[in-house]
């Protein structure tokens, strides 16, 4: 019914910075969070960033300082913006979505199919 569609990956030299979108879309929804999370290669996925309907927001300490999450609420689209990055933020990148659907009673989850972020030394 929802649908998460990422884009804005790709490949970066260390330092430089990129910036990832994720426009959720399908049917009557609302949102009570969308945020980001990352899978290096043989590695868990880790919790990213998180942005909630109440404005307020949290970041993994790895990345605090260097990425703000933000979102378009016309659109239903969240961002990312990646500063300073480094060869160790090299992932594959996953919005995530918590919402309510045709007035469910309870929420559901979503994820995107992801996007390649490449940090070059």
């Known amino acids: 019914q929802v649908q998460l569609e990422e884009s804005g990956g790709g490949l970066v030299q260390a330092g430089g910075s990129l910036t990832l979108s994720c426009r959720a879309s399908g049917g009557t929804f609302s949102t009570t969070s969308m945020g980001w999370f990352r899978q290096a290669p043989g590695q868990e996925r880790e919790f990213v960033a998180a942005?909630?309907?109440?404005?307020?927001?949290n970041y993994a300490d790895s990345v605090k300082g260097r990425f703000t999450i933000s979102r378009d609420n016309a659109k239903n689209t969240v961002y990312l913006q990646m500063n300073s990055l480094k060869p160790e933020d090299t992932a594959v990148y996953y919005c995530?979505?918590?919402?309510?659907?045709?007035?469910?009673?309870?929420?559901?989850?979503?994820w995107g199919k992801g996007t390649q972020v490449t940090v070059s030394s």
């Open positions: 995530h979505a918590l919402v309510y659907v045709s007035a469910s009673t309870s929420p559901s989850v979503y």
């Open positions: 942005l909630f309907s109440n404005g307020r927001s």
